[in-house]
């Protein structure tokens, strides 16, 4: 069964590269936004790797007043293996 993580639990000032479910980094499958409407997170964007199941909301889905992912690109640091937000 494919384990999932809950966005309350994520430092969205980080990237969640222990986020489960995906790779332990992005070297070989790279990055991507993902735009969180949660209320336990509120309306932000972080990066993680691409084959990393979206992050499941303990809290209610919220409107956001735009795309918290919009202008935002996700790329993997070669160096930590982390996914960044440029």
Same mark, same amino acid.
């Given at each position: *069964?494919?384990? $999932? *993580?809950?966005?309350?639990?994520?430092?969205?000032?980080?990237?969640?590269?222990?986020?489960?479910?995906? $790779?332990? /980094?992005?070297?070989?499958?790279?990055?991507?936004?993902? =735009? $969180? &409407?949660? $209320?336990?997170?509120?309306?932000?964007?972080?990066?993680?790797?691409?084959? /990393?199941?979206?992050?499941?909301?303990?809290? +209610? +889905?919220?409107?956001?007043? &735009?795309?918290?992912?919009?202008?935002?690109? =996700?790329?993997? &640091?070669? +160096?930590?293996? *982390?996914?960044?937000?440029?």
């Amino acid at each position: *069964m494919e384990e $999932s *993580m809950d966005l309350a639990t994520v430092d969205v000032a980080r990237t969640p590269d222990d986020l489960t479910g995906g $790779s332990p /980094n992005c070297h070989i499958v790279g990055c991507r936004t993902f =735009a $969180s &409407s949660c $209320s336990t997170t509120g309306c932000v964007c972080i990066a993680i790797t691409k084959d /990393n199941p979206d992050p499941e909301c303990a809290g +209610t +889905t919220i409107a956001c007043p &735009s795309d918290p992912c919009a202008g935002q690109v =996700a790329q993997c &640091s070669h +160096t930590s293996g *982390m996914c960044r937000l440029l």
